[in-house]
């Protein structure tokens, strides 16, 4: 499996501020996506963030909203932005790997409340 | 109606006790499928793949049943480490990204 940091582990901001959250992974991979999993509810996804283009969104995402970027392949960025207690939620990153195409891997989460 | 269900639970077993969850899919073009474990405030683990002719690794045992569109999870002399709550996904043909279930939640008492 791979080896996935996420920054911050944790946050409580404050409504209407933003949010960067960081995902590296150890070794090159060639999709990484971005989930929230809202309290008491599963994972549902927000984007496949994309190598040196734009994300691909899910229906009910927007960019406005989730910018992400994906410099190179092994960090991602997401960006909750104008936040809101709905927002309150652990968002993962995950990744599948260049020779393990079928399987994907959960970063530990970023467990953000929006007061 | 939702791609992925599963019945929430919580089932309650004794140590030792066999348990088995099941997980329907809608999406016809569905073509692979997980179980993810995920610990309370823990990201999500990937359990097992299961595959057509269905996978057992120890005492957990995946089968796929496509006519039915469900597949299932088999838990043999629980421990009370299995206490978790038991995610499926499918990944649909032509789509990298997993659509989850609700999760089902197992907790093995002494």
């Known amino acids: 499996s791979a080896v996935i940091s996420q920054k911050p582990s944790r946050d409580i901001c404050q409504r209407g501020t933003s949010l960067t959250i960081q995902c590296q992974v150890d070794?090159?991979?060639?999709?990484m996506f971005w989930y929230r999993q809202q309290p008491g509810q599963s994972l549902t996804l927000i984007a496949t963030?994309?190598?040196?283009?734009?994300?691909?969104?899910e229906s009910g995402f927007v960019i406005d909203k989730f910018p992400i970027s994906r410099p190179n392949l092994t960090f991602s960025t997401l960006t909750v932005s104008n936040m809101s207690p709905e927002d309150s939620s652990i968002y993962l990153c995950?990744?599948?790997?260049?020779?393990?195409?079928?399987?994907?891997?959960f970063g530990p989460g970023t467990r953000l409340l929006v007061l | 109606r939702k791609e992925v269900e599963q019945d929430p639970g919580p089932f309650n077993v004794p140590e030792g006790a066999t348990v088995a969850f099941n997980c329907t899919y809608s999406?016809?073009?569905?073509?692979?499928f997980f179980w993810y474990r995920q610990d309370c405030r823990k990201e999500p683990k990937l359990l097992m793949s299961?595959?057509?002719s269905g996978n057992e690794d120890g005492r957990f045992t995946a089968q796929l049943n496509r006519a039915s569109q469900y597949i299932s999870l088999l838990i043999r002399d629980s421990k009370l480490s299995d206490s978790a709550t038991y995610l499926c996904?499918?990944?649909?043909?032509?789509?990298?990204?997993?659509?989850f279930g609700s999760g089902t939640r197992l907790q093995v008492q002494p």
């Open positions: 995950s990744v599948e790997r260049v020779k393990q195409q079928e399987t994907q891997y």
């Open positions: 070794s090159q991979v060639t999709m």
């Open positions: 963030a994309n190598q040196g283009s734009e994300a691909t969104y």
């Open positions: 999406n016809s073009a569905s073509q692979s």
């Open positions: 299961v595959y057509s």
């Open positions: 996904a499918s990944k649909k043909t032509g789509r990298r990204a997993l659509t």
